[in-house]
Nanobody, 119 residues
Framework: QVQLVESGGGLVQPGGSLTLSCAAS????????MGWYRQAPGNQRELAST???????NYADSVKGRFTISRDNANNMVYLQMNSLKPEDTAIYYC?????????????WGQGTQVTVSS
């Protein structure tokens, strides 16, 4: 019912910036939360940032002050502006979406986009 299309990943030098984009289609009327998870090599998938339908944002401590999440409801888009990137930010970043359909919550993840921070 919901499809996620991610873009913006790539190779960037330490201290650089990168913007990730995710477009949602399908049952977008029921979107409750959108955000980003990431999975670094050898680690489990972890929450990076989320933004609710009301605009409430949250960030992992490791990215606070460097990453900014935003949402474009008109175009069903969510973005992650990443500044001052560190090698530790290297990971596969997954777009996350939670829908609320008649009071029932459903979770979705995109296929992921690779972000590599290296000199």
């Amino acid at each position: 019912q919901v499809q996620l299309v991610e873009s913006g990943g790539g190779l960037v030098q330490p201290g650089g910036s990168l913007t990730l984009s995710c477009a949602a289609s399908g049952a977008t009327f029921s979107i409750y939360v959108m955000g980003w998870y990431r999975q670094a090599p050898g680690n489990q998938r972890e929450l990076a940032s989320t933004i609710s339908s009301r605009g409430t944002t949250n960030y992992a401590d490791s990215v606070k002050g460097r990453f900014t999440i935003s949402r474009d409801n008109a175009n069903n888009m969510v973005y992650l502006q990443m500044n001052s990137l560190k090698p530790e930010d290297t990971a596969i970043y997954y777009c996350y979406l939670q829908t609320n359909q008649n009071g029932i919550l459903y979770n979705y993840w995109g296929q992921g986009t690779q972000v590599t921070v290296s000199s």
